[in-house]
């Protein structure tokens, strides 16, 4: 039977009849697999770059020792491990010395990315695949310049001598979090002998992984950390990029989804095409003697077939998109690419086989059933499954999207979403119905003629609209989805983003850094006061008391306080009012701050600062856009709150390479002055959102093809009945002209209903979809009107070029021909 | 060959059954031709698919050497016409995606014949298409469809051929000629005919014919 099943294949091909069902599944695959290719290539890509900002994969920080048994746990594993001790300590250069931070890094820091140093302060940079050695002691150029040494020199370290190595300008892990002190970097083997941590130092301990098993650790070590410990890894480190990449591949997936859904109804549309077209032959063939089962294993076998060659093809189709666009990105990488996992391509040679087997099998099975006497009359109809094929496919559709974006919400809404849109035809339908029956439709008219000819096949119109308007519709809500996506990420780094934080400049510097700036050219935000303040009271009970171990060591730090009277940019007042008239002092706090430790507008929080003790009462509570560069702040107080005397200035500019050099003249001139480059991190957000976009725009072109497809398989469906009854018309006089006019208008009918049904349709589920999958902001979109002369266009156009022989073809030849 | 006993069929439609035939009783010997003949709507046609094994009759007998049809189920009369059975149709009934000779090839490789290209080629040399093996059917003229189904009715040598007015489809001169190959090819191949027809013509050229009217037969 296989033999026999390849040649009919074979004839059949020939014949055109596979070809669209061929071409459906080719692109489901296609869009499948380019899709999970990218995904799963991007991803790996991006964590291993973003990881590189972690120093590891993950880290796990604690404020005391870390467990021995996290280290043997990982050792099993086989992760690669590295340490890391931070305190603060003084370094002396003979009588010079100065407060610094200082971290302590084990031999194999860091385990990914460099160590950036010069070999003078502000010089040119080299990149070192580690820390300092043990003896060794690499320091920034403010200490370098604040107690005046160089390379080479001998500076103390609390009981120990270290020679200073190199200058510190980067490393991978550096917190962007302000520092008023300068940094150094030594060997974890030479903190016992320095003899700096002493009980009650404030000291932060962090255990650095990376390695294949980096997953497993983390589920592993979760759930049994302390309450002092806490976990990293790139989504809680770099929370920009996590949300981004986040919602990059929520949209991929939706995408894909949809698109996959697009197929899938061509898929179907073209089956029952091709099962309605195959019954002649199989009635004939069952005369020749063919039992009911052989023609379902012939037919089985065939649609394997097919399904099986069109995902290699859309594999292949898939593979070659996704390497194109790796390719122009390529030089945007700093790393390798990683070749992709087995995944996408089990995936998505499953989805090729089940659109076989879930939407075109169901369809040909019904042959089984097609009478032989068939051949002898044409009473003898095949009796169709449709119900049967309908719950077979809604349930593997359902079954297929929870897989795919793996959440039943998903793909339930858009199975009951589709449902929705075909009961709304059928009652569009109904009432377009009920009032033409009200007028005389006038066959010689060609509006009369396309009229009727839509009401009395309304089983054909019904599916024509309903999935012209399903597609419609997805293809509406992937543009209007992506249109959002991308200008809300562009709206996130805008052009102008600051790339350099300029902090700790005292009050006497502001203007001549002010001036300094200006003379350059350089485009800067404004300038923030700083304070640097403990949180020692809550509600005037002190913290030791008051709060958790872990919240405790959520705020057991200096915080950077600044005070305004503007509320900035990026902040949303969530409760209470924007710095009231109240007696005292205020203060405005960021949200996350006030869940973390359980707080309320009206309590009052304490702070030291320099001797000074000072009380604030919460007066509002603040959101703040982490996501946007610019200078934030947990604490906001009531300018008057803090003495002046005590403050510094915060200001950012976004600066280009040549301004960077101009940066370290003022540098070296005011040598207090600390520096943040955040240049590193944005430019990766744009690559990123780049990158994204260009997955998106390869996505949407897959999505017009399966569109297009949709719209071939359902005009073909139709154009066997209209050759005929245009043919039977023209018997009866009817003129070429009334003829194609009918029909145009038909397909204009046609095509303007689906518009306006996806038109109403997607805006209602775009705003759903916006705000409760992608957390961004509802708005209208006035520009869906397009869709409509844009749909009736391409149906009347598919339309008329599908049955453009109705008029050129010789009834007889037609009439004949059924 | 063939042994009709009380053959009923009877159609539920509505309030009042629908009897299209009527018990009705005949035998058709080997190597016979039998035409059956009576106005439109007589139960001709579901006579002719009830003899083929292509649907089941709600009452009566059909024995076919010994085997009751009525019995079988849907695949032991498949497996009986794949066996012994041809057949002509009135609308020539070939595959539109397979051409001349690959419409002959298809009952062929149904059977399971190994040379089903040579044997094909052959039999339409023999109806006079050995120039159109490769044109599909929509190339053909309808008489040439008709010698292509006839090929295909006879190439795999049945003991029993149903001709649905095989010739009602086409013009007078035209329908001569098909009747004639018809029937010779039922002489060298020594087979059982049985052709539904309304052309008096084309029946007195068979041994005999069945008369039906109103789901009876009225004289055989």
Same mark, same amino acid.
Request: hydrophobic share 45%; glycine share 8%; net charge negative.
């Given at each position: 039977?296989?033999?026999?099943?390849?040649?009919?294949?074979?004839?059949?091909?020939?014949?055109?009849?596979?070809?669209?069902?061929?071409?459906?599944?080719?692109?489901?695959?296609?869009?499948?697999?380019?899709? =999970?290719?990218?995904?799963?290539?991007?991803?790996?890509?991006?964590?291993?770059?973003?990881?590189?900002?972690?120093?590891?994969?993950?880290?796990?920080?604690?404020?005391?020792?870390?467990?021995?048994?996290?280290?043997?746990?990982?050792?099993?594993?086989?992760?690669?491990?590295?340490?890391?001790?931070?305190?603060?300590?003084?370094?002396?250069?003979?009588?010079?010395?100065?407060?610094?931070?200082?971290?302590?890094?084990?031999?194999?820091?860091?385990?990914?990315?460099?160590?950036?140093?010069?070999?003078?302060?502000?010089?040119?940079?080299?990149?070192?695949?580690?820390?300092?050695?043990?003896?060794?002691?690499?320091?920034?150029?403010?200490?370098?310049?604040?107690?005046?040494?160089?390379?080479?020199?001998?500076?103390?370290?609390?009981? =120990?001598?270290?020679?200073? =190595?190199?200058?510190?300008?980067?490393?991978?892990?550096?917190?962007?979090?302000?520092?008023?002190?300068?940094?150094?970097?030594?060997?974890?083997?030479?903190?016992?002998?320095?003899?700096?941590?002493?009980?009650?130092?404030?000291? @932060?301990?962090?255990?650095?992984?990376?390695?294949?098993?980096?997953?497993?650790?983390?589920?592993?070590?979760?759930?049994?950390?302390?309450?002092?410990?806490?976990?990293?890894?790139?989504?809680?480190?770099?929370?920009?990029?996590?949300?981004?990449?986040?919602?990059?591949?929520?949209?991929?997936?939706?995408?894909?989804?949809?698109?996959?859904?697009?197929?899938?109804?061509?898929?179907?549309?073209?089956?029952?095409?091709?099962?309605?077209?195959?019954?002649?032959?199989?009635?004939?063939?069952?005369?020749?003697?063919?039992?009911?089962?052989?023609?379902?294993?012939?037919?089985?076998?065939?649609?394997?077939?097919?399904?099986?060659?069109?995902?290699?093809?859309?594999?292949?189709?898939?593979?070659?998109?996704?390497?194109?666009?790796?390719?122009?990105?390529?030089?945007?990488?700093?790393?390798?690419?990683?070749?992709? =996992?087995?995944?996408?391509?089990?995936?998505?040679?499953?989805?090729?086989?089940?659109?076989?087997?879930?939407?075109?099998?169901?369809?040909?099975?019904?042959?089984?059933?097609?009478?032989?006497?068939?051949?002898?009359?044409?009473?003898?109809?095949?009796?169709?499954?449709?119900?049967?094929?309908?719950?077979?496919?809604?349930?593997?559709?359902?079954?297929?999207?929870?897989?795919?974006?793996?959440?039943?919400?998903?793909?339930?809404?858009?199975?009951?979403?589709?449902?929705?849109?075909?009961?709304?035809?059928?009652?569009?339908?109904?009432?377009?119905?009920?009032?033409?029956?009200?007028?005389?439709?006038?066959?010689?008219?060609?509006?009369?003629?396309?009229?009727?000819?839509?009401?009395?096949?309304?089983?054909?119109?019904?599916?024509?609209?309903?999935?012209?308007?399903?597609?419609?519709?997805?293809?509406?809500?992937?543009?209007?989805?992506? #249109?959002?996506?991308?200008?809300?990420?562009?709206?996130?780094?805008?052009?102008?983003?600051?790339?350099?934080?300029?902090?700790?400049?005292?009050?006497?510097?502001?203007?001549?850094?002010?001036?300094?700036?200006?003379?350059?050219?350089?485009?800067?935000?404004?300038?923030?006061?700083?304070? @640097?303040?403990?949180?020692?009271?809550?509600?005037?009970?002190?913290?030791?008391?008051?709060?958790?171990?872990?919240?405790?060591?959520?705020?057991?730090?200096?915080?950077?306080?600044?005070?305004?009277?503007?509320?900035?940019?990026?902040?949303?007042?969530?409760?209470?009012?924007?710095?009231?008239?109240?007696?005292?002092?205020?203060?405005?706090?960021?949200? #996350?701050?006030?869940?973390?430790?359980?707080?309320?507008?009206?309590? $009052?929080?304490?702070?030291?600062?320099?001797?000074?003790?000072?009380?604030?009462?919460?007066?509002?509570?603040?959101?703040?856009?982490?996501?946007?560069? @610019?200078?934030?702040?947990?604490?906001?107080?009531?300018?008057?709150?803090?003495?002046?005397?005590?403050?510094?200035?915060?200001?950012?500019?976004?600066?280009?390479?040549?301004?960077?050099?101009?940066?370290?003249?003022?540098?070296?001139?005011?040598?207090?002055?600390?520096?943040?480059?955040?240049?590193?991190?944005?430019?990766?957000?744009?690559?990123?959102?780049?990158?994204?976009?260009?997955?998106?725009?390869?996505?949407?072109?897959?999505?017009?093809?399966?569109?297009?497809?949709?719209?071939?398989?359902?005009?073909?469906?139709?154009?066997?009945?209209?050759?005929?009854?245009?043919?039977?018309?023209?018997?009866?006089?009817?003129?070429?002209?009334?003829?194609?006019?009918?029909?145009?208008?038909?397909?204009?009918?046609?095509?303007?209903?689906?518009?306006?049904?996806?038109?109403?349709?997607?805006?209602?589920?775009?705003?759903?979809?916006?705000?409760?999958?992608?957390?961004?902001?509802?708005?209208?979109?006035?520009?869906?009107?397009? $869709?409509?002369?844009?749909?009736?266009?391409?149906?009347?156009?598919?339309?008329?070029?599908? $049955?453009?022989?109705?008029?050129?073809?010789?009834?007889?030849?037609?009439?004949?021909?059924? | 060959?063939?042994?009709?006993?009380?053959?009923?069929?009877?159609?539920?439609?509505?309030?009042?059954?629908?009897?299209?035939?009527?018990?009705?009783?005949?035998?058709?010997?080997?190597?016979?031709?039998?035409?059956?003949?009576?106005?439109?709507?007589?139960?001709?046609?579901?006579?002719?698919?009830?003899?083929?094994?292509?649907?089941?009759?709600?009452?009566?007998?059909?024995?076919?050497?010994?085997?009751?049809?009525?019995?079988?189920?849907?695949?032991?009369?498949?497996?009986?016409?794949?066996?012994?059975?041809?057949?002509?149709?009135?609308?020539?009934?070939?595959?539109?995606?397979?051409?001349?000779?690959?419409?002959?090839?298809?009952?062929?490789?149904?059977?399971?014949?190994?040379?089903?290209?040579?044997?094909?080629?052959?039999?339409?040399?023999?109806?006079?298409?050995?120039?159109?093996?490769?044109?599909?059917?929509?190339?053909?003229?309808?008489?040439?469809?008709?010698?292509?189904?006839?090929?295909?009715?006879?190439?795999?040598?049945?003991?029993?051929?149903?001709?649905?007015?095989?010739?009602?489809?086409?013009?007078?001169?035209?329908?001569?000629?098909?009747?004639?190959?018809?029937?010779?090819?039922?002489?060298?191949?020594?087979?059982?005919?049985?052709?539904?027809?309304?052309?008096?013509?084309?029946?007195?050229?068979?041994?005999?014919?069945?008369?039906?009217?109103?789901?009876?037969?009225?004289?055989?």
């Amino acid at each position: 039977m296989s033999n026999l099943s390849l040649t009919l294949l074979r004839r059949d091909w020939r014949s055109g009849d596979l070809r669209l069902m061929l071409a459906a599944i080719t692109t489901a695959v296609a869009v499948v697999a380019a899709v =999970t290719l990218f995904s799963d290539r991007l991803q790996s890509a991006l964590i291993a770059k973003s990881n590189q900002f972690l120093a590891a994969e993950l880290v796990v920080s604690s404020s005391r020792p870390i467990n021995q048994e996290y280290q043997d746990k990982a050792s099993e594993l086989a992760l690669e491990q590295a340490n890391k001790i931070e305190f603060s300590s003084m370094i002396f250069n003979g009588d010079n010395m100065r407060l610094s931070s200082i971290q302590a890094v084990s031999d194999s820091y860091p385990l990914l990315g460099q160590v950036e140093v010069a070999k003078q302060p502000y010089g040119a940079t080299t990149k070192l695949p580690k820390g300092p050695a043990k003896g060794e002691l690499f320091i920034d150029a403010r200490l370098s310049l604040a107690i005046n040494a160089q390379v080479g020199d001998t500076l103390e370290v609390g009981d =120990t001598q270290l020679k200073v =190595t190199h200058i510190l300008v980067r490393e991978p892990d550096q917190k962007s979090a302000f520092n008023v002190s300068p940094r150094a970097m030594m060997n974890t083997a030479d903190v016992d002998a320095a003899g700096v941590i002493l009980p009650g130092s404030r000291v @932060r301990y962090r255990a650095l992984y990376a390695g294949d098993n980096t997953g497993e650790f983390k589920q592993w070590v979760e759930p049994i950390l302390e309450d002092h410990q806490g976990l990293v890894d790139i989504d809680t480190q770099s929370p920009a990029i996590g949300r981004s990449l986040g919602r990059a591949e929520r949209f991929l997936l939706l995408a894909s989804c949809l698109g996959v859904l697009l197929s899938v109804i061509a898929i179907s549309v073209a089956a029952r095409r091709y099962a309605e077209r195959k019954t002649d032959s199989v009635a004939v063939m069952k005369t020749m003697g063919m039992s009911g089962q052989s023609i379902v294993n012939l037919w089985a076998s065939q649609v394997l077939i097919v399904g099986l060659v069109a995902s290699l093809i859309g594999i292949a189709i898939g593979s070659v998109l996704q390497t194109v666009v790796f390719e122009m990105l390529a030089t945007l990488f700093v790393i390798d690419i990683p070749a992709p =996992t087995w995944v996408p391509f089990a995936l998505s040679i499953a989805l090729g086989l089940s659109c076989a087997l879930f939407f075109i099998l169901p369809a040909v099975y019904g042959l089984k059933n097609v009478s032989p006497m068939r051949v002898l009359s044409r009473q003898f109809g095949n009796e169709r499954n449709d119900r049967t094929r309908l719950v077979i496919g809604a349930i593997a559709l359902m079954l297929g999207l929870r897989l795919f974006a793996g959440s039943w919400q998903m793909a339930i809404s858009l199975v009951v979403g589709l449902g929705l849109i075909a009961v709304g035809v059928a009652a569009i339908l109904w009432l377009v119905r009920a009032i033409a029956h009200r007028f005389t439709l006038h066959a010689s008219s060609p509006w009369g003629l396309g009229l009727a000819n839509l009401l009395r096949n309304r089983a054909t119109t019904w599916v024509q609209v309903s999935v012209f308007a399903m597609a419609t519709l997805i293809v509406a809500v992937i543009v209007l989805l992506r #249109g959002s996506l991308i200008e809300e990420w562009r709206n996130q780094m805008p052009v102008d983003t600051p790339n350099h934080f300029l902090y700790n400049i005292a009050p006497d510097m502001v203007k001549p850094v002010g001036e300094f700036a200006s003379d350059n050219g350089w485009q800067g935000t404004e300038l923030y006061p700083m304070v @640097r303040a403990r949180i020692n009271e809550i509600n005037g009970i002190n913290i030791a008391e008051s709060l958790t171990d872990r919240q405790r060591d959520r705020i057991d730090r200096e915080f950077n306080i600044t005070y305004t009277n503007d509320l900035p940019k990026a902040n949303v007042v969530q409760a209470g009012e924007w710095m009231p008239v109240v007696e005292g002092h205020q203060i405005s706090v960021e949200d #996350g701050m006030v869940e973390d430790l359980g707080l309320k507008l009206g309590d $009052t929080m304490g702070f030291s600062i320099g001797g000074y003790q000072l009380e604030a009462t919460i007066t509002s509570i603040r959101e703040v856009d982490w996501n946007q560069m @610019r200078p934030n702040f947990f604490i906001i107080a009531n300018p008057g709150m803090f003495p002046e005397e005590l403050a510094t200035y915060l200001t950012a500019y976004k600066l280009d390479e040549a301004q960077g050099a101009q940066l370290n003249q003022l540098l070296l001139k005011y040598p207090t002055i600390s520096l943040i480059e955040v240049e590193a991190i944005i430019r990766q957000i744009r690559e990123i959102i780049d990158q994204v976009s260009s997955a998106v725009e390869l996505v949407m072109i897959l999505i017009f093809a399966s569109a297009v497809l949709v719209l071939l398989a359902c005009v073909e469906l139709t154009v066997d009945q209209r050759l005929k009854d245009g043919a039977i018309l023209r018997t009866m006089g009817a003129n070429k002209g009334l003829l194609r006019r009918s029909q145009l208008i038909e397909f204009a009918l046609i095509g303007a209903a689906s518009a306006i049904i996806a038109m109403a349709v997607s805006e209602g589920l775009v705003a759903y979809i916006q705000v409760q999958m992608f957390e961004l902001k509802w708005r209208a979109h006035p520009e869906l009107l397009i $869709t409509l002369p844009l749909v009736m266009g391409l149906v009347m156009t598919a339309g008329w070029w599908a $049955t453009r022989s109705v008029s050129r073809v010789a009834p007889m030849r037609v009439l004949h021909r059924h | 060959m063939i042994e009709v006993a009380n053959l009923q069929q009877t159609l539920n439609t509505g309030s009042t059954p629908l009897h299209i035939l009527k018990g009705l009783n005949f035998k058709i010997a080997e190597g016979e031709s039998v035409a059956i003949v009576g106005p439109s709507g007589s139960g001709k046609t579901t006579l002719l698919g009830m003899l083929a094994g292509l649907d089941v009759p709600s009452g009566g007998e059909i024995n076919w050497q010994g085997q009751n049809l009525v019995a079988m189920n849907e695949d032991e009369r498949a497996q009986l016409r794949a066996d012994q059975v041809g057949f002509v149709f009135q609308q020539f009934q070939l595959l539109g995606s397979m051409t001349a000779i690959e419409n002959v090839m298809l009952a062929l490789e149904l059977k399971g014949v190994k040379q089903a290209t040579d044997e094909a080629k052959s039999i339409l040399t023999r109806v006079g298409l050995g120039h159109r093996l490769d044109h599909y059917p929509r190339q053909l003229s309808g008489g040439e469809q008709q010698r292509v189904a006839i090929a295909r009715a006879f190439a795999s040598k049945p003991k029993v051929l149903f001709a649905d007015e095989p010739t009602g489809n086409l013009d007078t001169a035209t329908g001569r000629q098909i009747a004639d190959l018809l029937f010779e090819l039922n002489e060298e191949q020594h087979t059982t005919l049985v052709m539904v027809t309304h052309d008096e013509r084309l029946a007195e050229r068979c041994g005999r014919a069945i008369r039906i009217e109103a789901g009876e037969i009225v004289n055989t």
